[in-house]
C-alpha cells in the first residue's frame, strides 16, 4: 500500500514537472514569439499609413528633477524618435523649442518620452535690484546642478577650508565650454548687489564650487564667508 502511494505520488511529480516544461520552453516562448511578431506587423503598418510621428526622448543618466529650467545645457539630453502615432505619450513634444525655458513639473527619467503635461511656465521672482551674472564653477555635481535647483555657492579656500558665500539661491543657466581641452563650467545667477560683490571677492580668496540641495524645502545654510578674512566654513559634504 505505501509502496502505491510512493509510485502514485511519484507519477504525480513527474507529471507537474513534465507541464512546466512545456510551459517554460514551448508555451511561453511560443508566446513572446506571437507578441514580438504582432508588434512589428503593429510597426510595419504604421509605416505603411504614414501614422508615424516625432517624439522627443530623454536620455540624461541624471533624472530631471521638478523645478529643472530646460536651456541649452539641458536640451542636449533630448532626441528626436519617430514612433507610431498609438504609441506616443498624450501631449507628445515633437519641436524642443516648444518646451525651452519651460519648467520641469514631474520628474522625467531616462527613456521617458516627453509631453507638455510634465512642464510648466517658468516664473523667476526677482526680489528687486537683482541681475544675471555667470561665475566660473569648480564642478557641477555629478550632473545634479541643473537649471531651478537651489544650491549654496561656496568658497574653497587654498588650504581646504570652506565657506558659504551666497545660501540657497537658484540656478538660472549652466553653459559648459571647452577651453584647452577642459571643460569650463559658467552658472548664471540672479544676483543682488550685495552677493555680486561678495562672489567677485571670493574669486580672488579661491575657488567657487556649488552644494546642491536634494529637496527646495529644505533650510538654507547659514553664510560664513567673511571678506578679506579666512574663516572655518560650514564645511561642504
Not at 536640451?75 to 523649442?97: C, H, K, L, M
Not at 555635481?141 to 537649471?147: D, F, I, K, S
Given at each position: ?81 519617430e514612433i507610431p502615432e ?83 539661491i537658484q540656478i538660472c ?41 536634494i529637496d527646495v524645502s ?20
Amino acid at each position: 500500500m505505501r509502496r502505491k502511494i510512493l509510485l502514485r505520488t511519484a507519477l504525480i511529480l513527474i507529471c507537474m514537472s513534465a507541464v512546466a516544461a512545456i510551459y517554460t520552453f514551448v508555451v511561453i516562448p511560443s508566446v513572446k514569439e506571437k507578441e514580438r511578431a504582432a508588434f512589428e506587423r503593429f510597426i510595419d503598418e504604421a509605416e505603411e499609413h504614414d501614422d508615424l510621428v516625432t517624439v522627443l526622448i530623454y536620455n540624461g543618466k541624471t533624472p530631471l528633477f521638478p523645478g529643472t529650467v530646460i536651456t541649452e545645457s539641458t536640451e542636449q539630453y533630448f532626441t528626436s524618435e519617430e514612433i507610431p502615432e498609438n504609441a506616443a505619450v498624450y501631449g507628445y513634444v515633437s519641436d524642443p523649442d516648444k518646451i525651452y525655458g519651460m519648467q520641469v513639473r514631474y520628474t522625467i527619467c531616462e527613456g521617458q518620452q516627453i509631453s507638455m503635461q510634465s512642464f510648466k511656465k517658468y516664473i523667476y521672482e526677482y526680489e528687486g535690484g537683482e541681475r544675471l551674472k555667470d561665475f566660473n564653477i569648480q564642478s557641477l555635481v555629478a550632473g545634479q546642478a541643473m537649471p531651478g535647483r537651489y544650491v549654496d555657492i561656496m568658497l574653497i579656500y587654498p588650504d581646504g577650508r570652506t565657506a558659504v558665500v551666497v545660501p540657497k539661491i537658484q540656478i538660472c543657466d549652466i553653459v559648459t565650454e571647452r577651453v584647452n581641452g577642459t571643460d569650463v563650467n559658467s552658472v548664471v545667477f540672479a544676483v543682488n548687489d550685495r552677493e555680486y560683490s561678495d562672489l567677485i571677492n571670493a574669486e580672488y580668496e579661491g575657488r567657487l564650487d556649488i552644494r546642491v540641495y536634494i529637496d527646495v524645502s529644505q533650510d538654507a545654510s547659514l553664510k560664513t564667508y567673511v571678506p578679506g578674512r579666512m574663516t572655518a566654513g560650514a564645511g561642504a559634504s
